[in-house]
C-alpha cells in the first residue's frame, strides 16, 4: 500500500541526484519508490513523476540486542551517544566516492536493531579506511571509525559475511608484530595478497615501487631490501609477544561471549 505522503522532492531520477542531500539519497531503495502513470487530485493531473510515493513498511523483525553486542566489541563503546548529525558521514573518505557508504545510518539502524536492513549493506561496510575523518568530525565522541570496525567484526562474527580483506591485513599486520616486534611494509603486502588469492604483480603495486624506487634515498631503500630478507627481531621481545598474545586471546574470547557465540570461553 502507498503511504499519504507526497513527496514533491522526488520529481525524477535526475532531480533525486540533485535535490536529496547528499548523504540521505541512497537511503530510500528503488523498489520502495512507486508513482502512479495516470493520477488526478482535485482535477490537477499529477500523474508520473508528480505523484511519487514512497512505500510504507512493517517491521518485525528487530534485534534488540544488536546495539548492546556492537557496543561490547573494541571501538563500539559509545554508539549510544550518536545525536545522527550526519557529520561523520559528510566527512567521510569512502562516502565522498560511495554515496552508500553512510556510517550515520548504519549507526542508526544499529540503535534501532533493524539488523536485516542492515545487512543490506553488509559487503561494503569492512570499506572503511581508518582515516578518522569522521572521529574528528563527531560532536559527540563516538568514535564512529571504531563503530565501523565494530560493526564490521559483528558481521563476521555472526557468519552474515566471510572473513573480510580488512580482517586479513590485521591478522597478517600482527602475526608479524607477534613474530618479530617490528613491521615490515613489503611482507605484509606479500603475506595480504597471499591471504586475499591477490596475484603480486598488480599494475597499481608496480608502478608505486617504481615510484619509491625513484624518490626515496638509495641508503633507505638498501635497508628496506635488507630487511625483507633477513627479517629482524627486536631483542628481548618474546616476553611482550606472549603478554600481547595473551590479551588478544583474552579480547577474542570477551567479543565472542559478549555475542553469545561461546559461553564456554575463558573469563578475562
Ligand atoms: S574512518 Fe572510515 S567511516 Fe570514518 S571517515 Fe574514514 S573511511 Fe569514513
Ligand atoms: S558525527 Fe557523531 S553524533 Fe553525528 S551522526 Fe556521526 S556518530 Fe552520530
Not at 117 to 135: A, Y
Request: aromatic fraction near 8%; charge should be negative; proline fraction near 4%.
Amino acid at each position: 500500500m502507498a503511504s499519504g505522503m507526497f513527496c514533491k522532492t522526488l520529481v525524477s531520477e535526475a532531480n533525486r541526484d540533485t535535490i536529496m542531500p547528499i548523504h540521505e539519497k541512497s537511503l530510500i531503495r528503488p523498489e520502495n519508490i512507486v508513482a502512479h502513470e495516470q493520477l488526478e487530485i482535485d482535477g490537477i493531473d499529477v500523474s508520473g513523476h508528480w505523484s511519487t510515493f514512497i512505500e510504507s513498511r512493517v517491521i518485525t523483525d528487530y534485534n534488540e540486542e544488536m546495539e548492546e553486542e556492537v557496543a561490547a566489541l573494541p571501538g563500539g563503546e559509545a554508539i549510544h551517544r550518536c545525536w545522527q548529525c550526519g557529520s561523520c558521514t559528510n566527512s567521510c573518505t569512502i562516502n565522498a566516492i560511495n554515496p552508500e557508504f553512510n556510517p550515520r545510518y548504519w549507526i542508526y539502524l544499529t540503535r534501532m536493531g533493524l539488523e536485516s536492513e542492515l545487512l543490506r549493506d553488509k559487503e561494503f561496510i569492512w570499506q572503511c579506511v581508518s582515516c578518522n575523518k569522521c572521529t574528528y568530525a563527531c560532536p559527540r565522541d563516538v568514535n564512529p571509525e571504531g563503530v565501523m570496525k565494530a560493526l564490521s567484526h559483528w558481521l563476521e562474527l555472526k557468519g552474515h559475511t566471510e572473513k573480510s580483506p580488512s580482517m586479513h591485513f590485521d591478522e597478517e599486520f600482527a602475526e608479524q608484530v607477534f613474530a618479530t616486534g617490528r613491521i615490515e611494509e613489503g611482507r605484509i603486502i606479500r603475506g595480504f595478497f597471499k591471504r586475499t588469492g591477490q596475484a603480486l604483480m598488480q599494475d597499481w603495486l608496480v608502478e608505486f615501487v617504481k615510484r619509491l624506487l625513484r624518490h626515496l634515498p638509495v641508503k633507505l631503500l638498501f635497508m628496506m631490501g635488507l630487511a625483507n630478507i633477513l627479517r629482524p627481531r627486536t631483542r628481548g621481545w618474546g616476553g611482550a609477544s606472549a603478554a600481547i598474545q595473551d590479551y588478544v586471546a583474552e579480547r577474542k574470547a570477551a567479543d565472542r561471549r559478549a555475542l553469545h557465540l561461546d559461553e564456554s570461553a575463558p573469563a578475562e
